[in-house]
């Protein structure tokens, strides 16, 4: 929420205005005459508020009655507010508000519809703004005259119509030595001259995609996804929250895993070390019965073979005499 003044009998100046926590003002683009000095604004009192970080918004207002006189009116105040608005190092894309200053009646309207109409040729709808209080702001907005309020708390009867811009309170303060009307800005744009309209960085329907993604990986209400799990705290697992569980758990059963491998390992060689012995003991086999002797048979053979070359008589011995 910003704080701004609007003043007319005076310039209080940016440094002024600054000191006692005001960043913006509604600035008059009419001349007051000698009553009100301090109405018109100047390109030099622009150029001191804008050094000072104060922006601007404007009205147009000559006589508390002028849009009374309907569209023709309407499009001459339009032109000259304009005029003095590129003057003062305005821009021609920022709203101009027309000053209702009086308890308008319905009938009224016809007039004041007329002038806000006149003004649209010069500004275009989309800039037109007008002040009062809540019964006139109130039909322009409903009709679509004009697009900008700015409500004045006078005339108003305690109404608050929600679709203004700027508030003007009954509050008074005097600043740099001028007695200044204190408003509020209600909306961030509010007609300001320095306004710049950011670019949205994604299109309404990445942000749907971005928004159905979001609640995809974080669950309904962003609240976490009851399938998964919940945490040490009893909270539900997000979908990010779910994917690192597995991970470690992936990670603790690749460990078990590895000892398993060297277990098996080891029976593996210890099976194939009982499978030679086995082989190894087994050796030719006889049927059974004769496979109750087989041992010893085995042995009286070997130790038979181991005789034989000895034997004199033999096939073979008259050779190995020679």
């Known amino acids: 929420m910003r704080f701004g003044l609007d003043y ?19 600035r008059y683009l009419s001349s007051g005459g000698p009553t009100l000095p301090g109405k018109l604004l100047t390109p030099a009192e622009a150029d001191d508020l804008r050094a000072h970080g104060v922006s601007i918004a404007s009205n147009w207002e000559t006589t508390a009655d002028r849009m009374l006189d309907g569209y023709e009116a309407g ?4 032109e000259l507010g304009l005029a003095q608005v590129l ?13 209702v200053d009086f308890d308008a009646t319905p009938q009224q309207q016809v007039p004041i519809n007329a002038y806000l109409d006149g003004a649209a040729t010069v500004l275009g709808r989309a800039n037109v703004g007008i002040y009062g209080g809540y019964w006139p702001l109130r039909r322009a907005l409903d009709s679509g005259h004009a697009l900008w309020a700015w409500q004045t708390d006078a005339w108003s009867g305690g109404n608050v119509e929600s679709r203004r811009n700027i508030h003007q309170t009954l509050e008074q303060r005097v600043v740099g030595g001028v007695l200044c009307d204190v408003n509020v800005a209600e909306t961030v744009d509010f007609g300001q001259w320095d306004f710049v309209q950011e670019e949205p960085d994604v299109t309404p329907e990445q942000d749907e995609v971005l928004r159905d993604i979001q609640i995809q990986l974080r669950g309904p209400g962003l609240a976490g996804w009851p399938q998964l799990g919940t945490d040490a705290e009893g909270r539900n697992l997000t979908l990010v929250d779910g994917v690192a569980s597995a991970l470690r758990r992936i990670d603790e059963l690749e460990g078990d895993t590895e ?18 012995e086995v082989r190894r003991l087994e050796g030719p086999r006889w049927p059974w019965p004769l496979s109750l002797i087989e041992g010893p048979a085995a042995a009286v053979g070997s130790r038979l073979e181991s005789l034989i070359p000895d034997l004199p008589g033999l096939p073979g011995q008259g050779d190995r005499a020679r």
């Open 259 to 276: 000892a398993l491998r060297t277990q098996v390992s080891e029976l593996e060689a210890t099976t194939a070390e009982l499978v030679e």
């Open 8 to 26: 007319a009998g005076g310039r209080p100046g940016g440094a002024a205005i600054r000191a006692a926590g005001f960043d913006f003002v509604v």
């Open 87 to 99: 003057r003062c190092g305005g821009r021609t894309d920022r709203p101009i508000y027309f000053s």
């Open 75 to 78: 499009a001459l105040d339009a």
